[in-house]
């Protein structure tokens, strides 16, 4: 049998091959995956949430990596290369072993229908697997108790936040996406929660699987310390195996990842590996240098100044109220101009109404994208909540027009989606 000869034709090939983006379910999976006795013996770190699940992964990776361990890091999606998705000891992996990967999922699926999600997730663990590794980070692509990466037993999973995104596949209220996002929690093993409010529902499947809880703001205390201080602190009470005991992290760096709401993922990632010392034991040296380097494209991501030209993907409510918040702290002066496209699928009038006290002028796009909502559906949004705004072709077009427009005091701010981003970025590279 003959496979694509190049990882572009690769993805080409699942693309095409799928007529549904998104399949939830793992019997599929879990088939392929025991034709390919994917059954890692290294510990396993899964990801979840709403929002927040890159940064925590970025921490963990960067962390692990600072103690000298051997690391791989699955997550999605990507901006520009799909190598991004697959870290193998902090570099991504590269299109030869992608296609190597992708090729041996191919041939052990037989007839099983795989989604390109699910062939990627498998491709990366055989990879993972194939690697020796010492331990591997999984980030959720989608809800949690159905997606694919939950195939595997987690011996330490983390729900970062939990909110309204992706309803029609996760449910239409928070106790509905609570449920989903709490079926990565397993029995007996350390449940880290960074939502400080969740949902009844997740707090009842940790109790109904006997998944050892520790929730930010109660077991995971995070400090940020007074006035002029540097650093902030973090304390984790564990309560695991019926063993109780309080750890310290003080004199912890400023985070490279702006935005208070990135304390409370970095506090998870921290617990994670506080509750994982015995397997993983990580230094305060290697903990505060993963801590200070982590970085996350796309991020509250400044890429220029004069003016102030920052990436983010935010793309559901919650994280375009964080979004708001950033751009409340920053320093005052000048105009916030918004550089806006975004799918059809979002909650796009509640994005607005988080951000629009804070964007004095919007430049909208469309997206190249069969969920992108077109720059007329998105001006009417913004023209019914009072928002000034244009309308573009491209992103790259509203970017351009928005570049002639600051002054050197204003920001310009490029958000919406991945997609978004992205088109920035191939117009900046770094």
């Known amino acids: 049998m003959s496979y694509p000869a190049t990882l572009e034709a690769w ?19 879990a088939l392929v995956r025991d034709r390919l006795a994917l059954h890692p013996t290294f510990p396993l770190i899964t990801v979840g949430g709403t929002n927040g699940k890159g940064s925590v992964c970025a921490y963990l990776e960067a962390m692990l990596s600072a103690a000298n361990y051997r690391v791989g890091c699955y997550s999605s999606p990507h901006l520009l290369r799909y190598n991004e998705r697959v870290h193998l000891e902090g570099a991504e992996a590269s299109d030869a072993d992608l296609c190597q990967a992708l090729a041996a999922v191919e041939q052990a699926r037989g007839d099983v229908p795989l989604t390109y999600f699910e062939q990627g997730t498998l491709a990366a663990m055989w990879l993972f697997q194939r690697a020796k590794l010492d331990v591997a980070v999984l980030e959720v692509g989608l809800g949690g108790r159905l997606d694919a990466v939950n195939v595997w037993d987690a011996d330490c999973a983390v729900v970062t936040s939990v909110d309204l995104d992706h309803q029609q596949f996760l449910g239409d209220t928070r106790e509905a996406i609570g449920f989903e996002k709490a079926g990565i929690y397993r029995t007996g093993k350390p449940a880290i929660c960074g939502d400080m409010d969740p949902p009844a529902t997740l707090l009842a499947q940790v109790a109904a699987v006997g998944a050892q809880l520790l929730r930010v703001g109660v077991e995971i205390c995070v400090d940020l310390g007074s006035v002029g201080e540097v650093g902030w602190r973090c304390r984790v009470n564990e309560n695991l195996n019926h063993k ?11 985070l490279a990842m702006p935005g208070r709401h990135q304390y409370a993922n970095a506090a998870c ?9 015995l397997r993983l034991p990580v230094s305060m040296n290697a903990l505060r240098t993963g801590l200070a380097t982590a970085r996350q494209p796309g991020r509250f991501q400044i890429i220029g100044r004069q003016p102030l ?8 409510p919650h994280a375009a109220r964080a979004l708001a918040a950033n751009l409340a702290d920053l320093p005052p002066g000048g105009r916030v101009i918004a550089v806006c496209a975004i799918l059809a699928d ?5 994005v607005v109404q988080a951000l629009k006290a804070h964007i004095q002028h ?6 190249d994208t069969p969920r992108g909502l077109d720059a007329a559906g998105l001006a009417n949004l913004l023209n019914g909540a009072g928002c000034a705004c244009e309308q573009h072709t491209s992103v790259a077009q509203a970017w351009r027009a928005a570049c002639v427009e600051a002054g050197p005091a204003d920001t ?3 958000f919406g989606s991945f997609h978004t981003v992205a088109a920035v970025m191939e117009m900046n590279p770094l």
Request: aromatic residues 4%; neutral net charge; glycine residues 4%.
């Open 11 to 29: 993805l080409q090939h699942l693309e095409s091959r799928n007529r549904e983006a998104i399949v939830l379910g793992l019997d599929r999976v």
């Open 244 to 254: 109780q005991g309080q750890k310290a992290f003080p004199a912890l760096p400023p």
């Open 269 to 277: 990632a921290v617990a994670a590996l506080s509750v994982l010392h």
């Open 309 to 316: 030209q920052v990436l983010d993907v935010a793309h559901n």
């Open 346 to 350: 979002k909650d796009v009038a509640a």
């Open 362 to 367: 919007w430049h909208v796009a469309g997206l």
């Open 412 to 414: 310009i701010l490029a």
